[in-house]
């Protein structure tokens, strides 16, 4: 019944270390979402794919890159992990044909020692 | 830049009492979203408000959007504990559906 899959749920990395996150969807969306959100605050969208089309907002910092190597699966590398980049990783999809909302996956929490 | 601010940032109720939350903005939206989003999980969406004055009710939960499309409230009736979470309202922008997520209601009804 599974739409937004994201695996892990939980990631711990060390500092420096590179670290991938996953997200793969059911929904056959032609658009995928990768949001930051830190603790108790609203997600920062870093970027985003329609189709195989890669759209990065102006702020997202180099070390943040994706890969969509199909439609259903999107990836998020962070190159070299900061304590700062400690957060809750939002996938989330959508068709943008039909206008439909966004669907958002349940988060990997990214823990960086 | 953040674009929609949500007030209060923090709310600590009893249950069984009202509340409401506010989401300002200075630009227009084609449409704006409320999410609800529990602790380790994703937002989830509530409700979609579309039309300036449209009014919108989820069994307790009573949405506005304000006539000019730059705010929106949603308001709390007898909250319960489950009513318990992180409240965002999210401004749609644009031919590219992108969300300008607001700053975020911290909720928790007491038992």
């Known amino acids: 019944d599974a739409m937004v899959i994201q695996n892990p749920r939980y990631q711990v990395t060390q500092f420096g270390k590179p670290v991938t996150l996953s997200c793969s969807q059911t929904?056959?969306?032609?658009?995928m979402y990768w949001y930051q959100q830190k603790s108790s605050q609203a997600p920062k969208l870093l970027f985003h794919?329609?189709?195989?089309?890669?759209?990065n907002e102006a702020d997202t910092p180099d070390n943040f890159q994706s890969r969509r190597p199909n439609t259903s699966f999107c990836f998020l590398d962070i190159r070299s992990p900061g304590l700062g980049d400690a957060a809750m990783y939002l996938c989330?999809?959508?068709?943008?044909?039909?206008?439909?909302?966004?669907?958002f996956g349940p988060g990997t929490r990214l823990l960086v020692l | 830049t953040q674009l929609l601010e949500q007030s209060p940032q923090f709310l600590s109720i009893q249950e069984g009492e009202n509340l409401t939350v506010y989401c300002n903005s200075s630009?227009?939206?084609?449409?704006l979203q409320w999410y609800r989003q529990e602790p380790g999980e994703g937002p989830v969406l509530l409700v979609t408000?579309?039309?300036?004055?449209e009014v919108k009710k989820l069994k307790r939960l009573t949405f506005q959007f304000g006539d000019a499309r730059k705010d929106s409230s949603l308001h709390i009736t007898a909250a319960q504990p489950g009513d318990t979470g992180l409240y965002l309202c999210?401004?749609?922008?644009?031919?590219?559906?992108?969300?300008?997520f607001g700053t975020g209601t911290l909720l928790a009804v007491q038992p």
């Open positions: 929904l056959n969306h032609n658009v």
């Open positions: 630009s227009v939206f084609s449409s």
């Open positions: 989330a999809t959508r068709n943008r044909d039909t206008q439909e909302t966004q669907y």
């Open positions: 794919y329609y189709d195989k089309d890669f759209n």
């Open positions: 999210a401004g749609v922008r644009g031919a590219t559906n992108k969300l300008i």
């Open positions: 408000v579309v039309t300036g004055g």
